[in-house]
């Protein structure tokens, strides 16, 4: 047992080591952007459900890419203030599935191809739900939300959510991330975009790692049905969605399992699918129901699954058709060992920057901020917080 434990705890840090240059290279990227883009034009922008609303949603989500509790929660806050509730959900959507360092640890440890994926599927995600929201969304449903968010009952992040660090002014855009404010802005979103993940990403290490050492590749290939293809096909896309569900890990945290599921069987669309999951795992379900009430929740389950599954499935043909699906299963997983190379390298000098970044989070009242991350905000509180 002993000597299980050791090998799965083994295989976790060594994924770690891998990823976690990529992992300070995609958050400091995100913060620089998150700093430097304004977020208080968007309600007024995202008003109705049209197609330039969700295209924009969509946009406003990349360029505020931050992890899945927090994208909840600023949906909420963007709906509660008079936004669509589809372009709010399309936000929400982008915003943790159109995201740097998503793609960056995805090319890393699943290849690019995976990469290319997500940011091929995710909009085709957005379409199919926009399109199932046109359908089937009905004006009771969202006056029922509407009321039922207004009320303000607490998930995760509401404080991070409501936190305004955006450096705004008539500067250039490389005047203003150099300035101290911009610098200090960078820093505050870096360090609570970690400390937002962290749990997540270390409970997808752990879970990739026991599995990979404990569960038999035999056993994922036969539930996958990979000695069937033309069947795995499309039943990857279906189960990808409803294993994240179970499995409690959101945002980055789900890469590590993404690739010892694509080791053991899933199909390339099953990937795609089980990486958008990230929103319907059973703590945000939870989260739904507090902001929208339970009727609302069991809509946004259904609905997303089935845009999660579809998206994955037709990113599977079109990627098969252009010959794009990995023809082999490397996903680094088993073969991840810690030596000195360049991945130690760039390890130290990113560990450098992360260093650098908190110590400045830390001296610019960033230590205020932690402690209500996860409380709600008021607007004078919320101004407070935001960058010095």
Not at 194 to 223: E, Y
Request: aromatic share 10%.
């Amino acid at each position: 047992m002993l000597v299980a434990l050791g090998k799965a705890l083994g295989l976790a840090f060594a994924m770690f080591w891998e990823i976690l240059w990529p992992l300070i290279l995609g958050f400091a990227l995100s913060a620089i952007v998150q700093a430097l883009v304004q977020k208080k034009d968007m309600v007024r922008l995202l008003g109705d459900d049209s197609p330039r609303s969700v295209t924009l949603a969509s946009l406003f989500g990349f360029a505020s890419s931050s992890c899945s509790y927090a994208a909840v929660a600023l949906a909420r806050s963007l709906f509660v203030k008079g936004a669509h509730f589809t372009a709010a959900i399309a936000f929400e959507f982008a915003s943790t599935n159109l995201v740097i360092e998503l793609g960056i640890i995805m090319a890393i440890l699943l290849g690019w191809q995976f990469t290319a994926a997500e940011f091929v599927g995710g909009p085709i995600m957005i379409l199919m739900l926009w399109v199932l929201f046109r359908r089937t969304l009905r004006p009771e449903r969202v006056a029922e939300a509407r009321r039922e968010a207004e009320q303000g009952r607490v998930g995760r992040m509401e404080g991070h959510a409501a936190m305004e660090m955006t450096v705004a002014n008539g500067r250039p855009f490389l005047a203003r991330l150099a300035s101290a404010e911009g610098l200090t802005a960078v820093s505050h979103h870096f360090v609570m975009e970690w400390a937002a993940v962290w749990t997540d990403i270390t409970g997808g290490l752990l879970i990739a790692g026991a599995i990979a050492a404990w569960v038999p590749d035999a056993a994922w290939r036969s539930f996958f049905l990979a000695s069937h293809p033309q069947v795995a096909l499309v039943w990857g896309p279906l189960v990808g969605p409803l294993i994240s569900l179970v499995s409690f890990v959101c945002s980055v945290g789900n890469v590590p399992l993404a690739a010892v599921l694509w080791n053991s069987g899933i199909s390339f669309g099953g990937v795609v699918a089980f990486v958008f999951a990230d929103l319907i795992i059973i703590p945000i379900l939870n989260i739904y129901r507090k902001y929208y009430g339970g009727r609302t929740a069991l809509y946004l389950l259904l609905t997303s699954y089935v845009a999660m599954a579809g998206a994955g499935l037709i990113v599977e043909l079109l990627f098969r058709a252009l010959g794009l699906v990995p023809a082999t299963r490397h996903a680094l997983v088993l073969e991840a060992r810690i030596t000195f190379n360049y991945t130690t390298v760039l390890n130290l000098v990113f560990l450098a920057v992360a260093a650098a970044l908190v110590a400045r989070f830390v001296r610019t009242g960033g230590m205020a901020m932690l402690k209500v991350m996860n409380r709600p905000m008021d607007g004078p509180a919320m101004r407070a917080h935001g960058a010095h």
